[in-house]
């Protein structure tokens, strides 16, 4: 019997095709999500599911989906939106797609350290509602990254990739946190593991690239983010939730930070009478970090080859469970 797999929304390349040669593939069509209605429609049945961190893939939807269910391949590196517990009680392999997007949220990190620095939106903004009268010598003052301090929350592999680029480009001086000592960071990038209050408080820009879990949720809370001096930045491309976004509205309007670049937001997307959205001081993206050819076809390539190894009873390519 030809084995089921529910694919929530349209990957790009050809790796879909690989999918739909080996087994029977029901694919969302719409840009949107699916809603969670259509989730337990869609899953009865499903030996596969080919999911996003949109989908909220609980144990109850794998009790829907039926015994037959093997294999739930994310098309993310995070896989928060998976009951992962649930999936290795039911023994169901569980996949996400790692590395391969590393480089492109890293530079996205860095190109909202800069946007948000500069002014870049609203001063572009300007120009496009025909209100850009003069140059200004005291207009769009900005922070310079040079020789600055640059706090990473998570020293993990993007957070890495965006610390070589700021220190090695721009001289900055490097605080991290992590879970373990990172010697390898200390010795190429002079980096130095801090605790979170130090490093908030001693940082002149600080990027998050933390997983979301019980303990990072909310981590920049309005008594963290009041940590932070005047003129820090603050960068997001991991997940919205660690950040409390009713303290950084406040932050922002009160001036008590500088600015914030966010790539990730809860919910998404924001509505757009939201303050985050309306602030001149907050540069917000549509979850672009991975949104490259090469990572979002490298992605598909590791999502589906996560799927065809779980219907065949193997090891995944790249297994969280």
Not at 13 to 30: H, K, M, T
Not at 192 to 198: E, F, H, N, W, Y
Not at 250 to 275: K, N, Q, S
């Amino acid at each position: 019997m030809t084995q089921r797999v529910w694919v929530t929304r349209e990957i790009p390349g050809e790796s879909l095709d690989r999918l739909r040669s080996a087994c029977e593939v029901d694919v969302w069509p719409e840009a949107t999500p699916p809603s969670a209605e259509t989730l337990r429609e869609k899953v009865v049945g499903c030996a596969g599911l080919l999911t996003m961190l949109s989908d909220a893939i609980t144990g109850e939807l794998m009790d829907v989906a039926g015994e037959q269910l093997k294999v739930v391949s994310n098309y993310a590196v995070g896989f928060n939106n998976i009951d992962v517990d649930a999936a290795k009680s039911r023994g169901i392999s569980v996949g996400n797609t790692p590395d391969v997007l590393t480089d492109a949220t890293a530079d996205t990190a860095v190109a909202l350290l800069f946007a948000a620095s500069r002014h870049v939106v609203p001063a572009a903004k300007q120009v496009q509602a025909g209100e850009w009268k003069t140059w200004e010598p005291t207009g769009w003052l900005g922070v310079e990254p040079g020789g600055k301090t640059l706090g990473i929350i998570g020293m993990g592999r993007i957070g890495k990739a965006t610390a070589e680029r700021l220190v090695r480009g721009w001289g900055m001086k490097l605080l991290y946190t992590s879970r373990r000592d990172q010697s390898d960071v200390d010795n190429e990038l002079g980096g130095q593991r801090v605790d979170l209050d130090t490093l908030l408080s001693q940082s002149d820009f600080v990027s998050v690239h933390v997983a979301l879990n019980e303990q990072t949720r909310n981590l920049l809370d309005a008594e963290a983010i009041g940590r932070m001096p005047s003129h820090a930045v603050l960068v997001n491309t991991a997940r919205g939730e660690i950040i409390d976004q009713d303290a950084l509205v406040d932050a922002l309007e009160r001036r008590a930070i500088f600015a914030a670049g966010l790539d990730v937001t809860t919910p998404e997307p924001l509505p757009g009478d939201h303050p985050l959205v309306k602030s001149p001081h907050c540069v917000i993206l549509p979850h672009i970090g991975s949104a490259t050819d090469q990572s979002r076809h490298a992605m598909a390539e590791i999502a589906v080859d996560n799927v065809l190894a779980g219907l065949s009873g193997k090891p995944l390519r790249c297994s969280v469970t």
